[in-house]
């Protein structure tokens, strides 16, 4: 049984960092690119970013580039999401996901939630001001 397992979330005051990690097991997915997404409950599902399987391509939403950074470890099966500089609107509860939509339409499907399956219960990240 496939199943994602996010962790590292937390309270942390405005300028501080979290490091997210989303364990996978039940398969092997160095061949897959992965995402984060975030939801704040009332509100839709957004994209956070995303690796491609090989790690050498990275995407961010405008709203995160230059605090997040996203990487994976495929020896360990995990993805993780670096954030630094955390600010209020980035409370969240936080998911990670397998892209498993047509790899010949990555670059252009890789924000899209439904192109994504397998995800994580979510870990909470509650930043103050």
């Known amino acids: 049984q496939v199943q994602l397992v996010e962790s590292g979330g937390g309270l942390v005051q405005a300028g501080g960092s979290l490091r997210l990690s989303c364990a996978a097991s039940?398969?092997?997915?160095?061949?897959?690119?992965m995402g984060w997404f975030r939801q704040v409950l009332g509100k839709e599902n957004e994209f956070v970013a995303a690796?491609?399987?090989?790690?050498?391509?990275?995407y961010y939403v405008d709203s995160v580039k230059g605090r997040f950074t996203i990487s994976r470890d495929d020896a360990k099966n995990t993805v993780s999401l670096q954030m630094n500089s955390l600010k209020p609107e980035d409370t969240a509860v936080y998911y990670c996901?397998?892209?498993?939509?047509?790899?010949?339409?990555?670059?252009?499907?890789?924000?899209?939630?439904?192109?994504?399956?397998?995800w994580g219960q979510g870990t909470q990240v509650t930043v103050s001001s």
């Open positions: 996901a397998v892209y498993r939509g047509d790899h010949r339409y990555y670059l252009t499907r890789r924000t899209e939630k439904a192109s994504y399956d397998y």
């Open positions: 039940g398969r092997t997915f160095s061949n897959y690119a």
């Open positions: 690796i491609s399987s090989s790690g050498g391509s990275t």
